[in-house]
């Protein structure tokens, strides 16, 4: 089954993050997802969470962690990783996003093999814990100007030759509709490479009904790959919060 996830952290500014949450339990979504692992109550998140069982989506290893490609010693990343696998169990998150930083300039085979390098040395941890790491392609057109990891053919070619079912692309729809297009055939093809999705409609990166993507088609499409996993809504509202939330609601059940 695909579930909808809320990234709680564009919304409701001024809330806490545990006021965020409630809110969009609230408006009907039982799950929800957040950025950087640091600077948050996990404890006060783990409890309510537990309490009311909403899940966590996903979230992101803790900067600078979080930016795979920088970390040249091994031994300190996989000493980071696992004390970070203890703050995932906390949340109950099963998912984790790693993202690759900027193109230093070298050859992409240089910094492509130290991404690899680093995401076999976690895989074995990941697994034991039944973790999907999830590396995230961006757009370095409009929001991530000189990022590495631009283009989904190399976020899957990576992920092939890491070989690891705990190592996955974070697809999402709204950067890759920028970069190049042709979302559904990527995502048929490239399903079982995929552990998570992020969306939100392009150009603006508002709410879904706005744009030039059909989300309706998308995610039925995705349905019928037989993914079993979460729909992570990534977006800036243009209505107020409440509202925005319980129309891309109906929107996306049909409502
Ligand atoms: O930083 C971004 O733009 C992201 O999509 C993070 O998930």
């Known amino acids: ?16 993050d545990l006021e965020k949450i409630q809110s969009i339990h609230r408006l009907g979504y039982n799950a929800v997802e957040f950025w950087d692992l640091s600077g948050k109550d996990l404890k006060g998140i783990a409890d309510y969470c537990q309490k009311t069982g909403i899940k966590i989506g996903i979230c992101t290893l803790q900067d600078p962690w979080g930016n795979i490609r920088l970390h040249t010693d091994t031994n300190i990343y996989l000493q980071h990783f696992s ?17 690759t930083g900027e193109n230093d300039g070298q050859s992409i085979e240089i910094q492509k093999n130290q991404i690899i390098k680093n995401l076999k040395a976690i895989s074995s941890l990941a697994e034991k814990a039944g973790i999907v790491v999830c590396l995230e392609v961006l757009n370095s057109k409009v929001d991530h100007k000189g990022y590495f990891l631009d283009s989904s053919v190399l976020g899957f ?7 690891s ?32 999705f992020h969306s939100a409609g392009v150009p603006g990166r ?3 009904f706005y744009g030039e993507l059909d989300y309706r088609n998308i995610f039925l499409a995705i349905q019928e790959t037989g993914y079993d996993g979460f729909f992570g809504l990534e977006y800036w509202p243009t209505l107020s919060d409440e509202k925005s939330l319980e129309k891309v609601r109906e929107y996306f059940l049909d409502e």
């Open 1 to 16: 089954m695909v579930e909808i996830s809320v990234c709680f952290e564009p919304l409701f500014n001024g809330k806490t």
């Open 83 to 99: 004390e970070s696998l203890e703050l995932l169990k906390l949340i109950g998150s099963k998912r984790v996003i790693v993202l």
């Open 157 to 163: 070619d990576i992920i092939r030759q890491v070989n």
């Open 165 to 196: 079912p705990s190592i996955k692309v974070l697809y999402d729809i709204y950067h890759m509709q920028i970069m190049e297009g042709n979302i559904i055939s990527t995502i048929q093809e490239n399903i079982e490479l995929i552990g998570h």
């Open 206 to 208: 508002h709410e879904h």
